[in-house]
């Protein structure tokens, strides 16, 4: 099954790709027979929100009515956790020089990173601007001190993801936040798709293309640490909850690893796809601000 | 003034600390002269709600009833964003084997990270589990692309906090993050000081003790990047909003740099303390918890 949240009707919904188009998800608690009751900042206005109030994503899941002319944005335009492995692909690793971890390396975005799949990527002019095309998984249950089995069923679903880095930033000094975790720098979508659907460790090819030249391409098989790993791993230390985001990690093909390095340019179109789940279209945008 | 969130008549409230105890901070929507009258959730359940709501704190902020029996809590339990800066005192940095920086070196921590000024600090047993004194801003206004003069505004003032570190967890890989982020490890309160009251730059004396021990001694005076100057950076990459909090970084003296290397057990007492705005008083838990 594919869900996302939708802009419809001049606000959003969380809601169900069905072969007939979008149909609203039914509050968890509460179902309604007409789906318009609820408001922004019900159980149904995003999927944040709809994990939030515990409505769980799969066949099972009640829909409601179909909406007309909905377009998908951010599935999850919420997440109080945004965590990112890096050095997660082999060849990646190789890239940049490095031995196979025995940890994951972990970092963070946050909610205000995020934009939907066909959302401007809007930065800052003069900074080096890289892609990063990820697979993201979406929790699905509150979990801490998790193991390989609950940290699997955890798992509400995967979705499409660009951990656009500013490398400038990034290597400004030994960590990596303050390039990963500009406002408005990483597209996520179009869907959500769930565990009955697609298996990323049986392998999912994803692709990054700029300007219609792809740059990167792997299978989600070769992840060397899977969802269900950093999912149990991070819950060691921290509670992961249902709506926050994990990012898996970047295949090689980055532009600070080639030679010459290549970043992006203000009106560059970045495209991000996992097979069986989607394509994000988004358009690079390097705007002069000074402060 | 001394503001703060406080344990009172079983739920918390908003509150300042006045001569005579604390007494209840009043809406900054609307003002009802019985404070009873909010509940939890209100703008007055706590300092993370009354700034994000639009409250002010200073000497102007109105004042409600007296809170017999209140005993302060974690101020700000919910700040979307918790960013630590590293590196910032000169000997620390001298201690690390670094040269001075020319950015700030950042990573985060999250609201689950946060306990109050008597809770436990609660680990995992077999970790090595370290101190970090350190003085943290709180911001009381939105800010992005601030410059120093905006960002010096949006300071709506000061706590005490311990950025307690699980090292061999921040060193497993080259992101600090993972040894940083962990639930129920720093001690925040125990009050917020408003500018009108103290000020860093000019000198606040910062102690850290084990087991009435002193460890570390400092002046914040010695800061390499001030509280403004931390605010106006982040701000030129992510919105920082009322209530979130910034870790200006420890001095020298913590258990990592020490010969032989010094770690917290089970049972020990960790003050942390600033000049004019108060003491924590955590003990270290450190149980075994298999996943």
Redesign the interface.
Known sequence: MKFGTVAHDGGTRAAALTTEGWRALVAPASRPEDGDAYAVGSPTADLSAFLAAGGALGPGTPLGDLLEGAEPVAPLPRP??VICC??NYGEHIRETGREL????????K????LVGPTDDVSL?AGTDVDWEAELAVVVGATI????RAAATAAIAGWTVANDVS?RD?QY???????GK???DSTPTGPVVVTPDEVDPVAGLTITCRVNGEEVQRASTATLVFDSADLL?Y??????MRPGDLVLTGTPGGVGVARDPKRFLADGDVLETEIERIGLLRNVIRLPA???
Chains 1, 2 share one sequence.
């Open positions: 109080a956790k890096g050095l971890p025995g940890h994951p390396t972990l970092f963070v946050y909610a205000d990173s800052l801490r001190h998790a193991n500013v930033w400004r000094t030994l960590q990596w936040f303050q975790a500009w406002d149990a991070i819950s060691t230390f921290t509670t601000r000074t402060s």
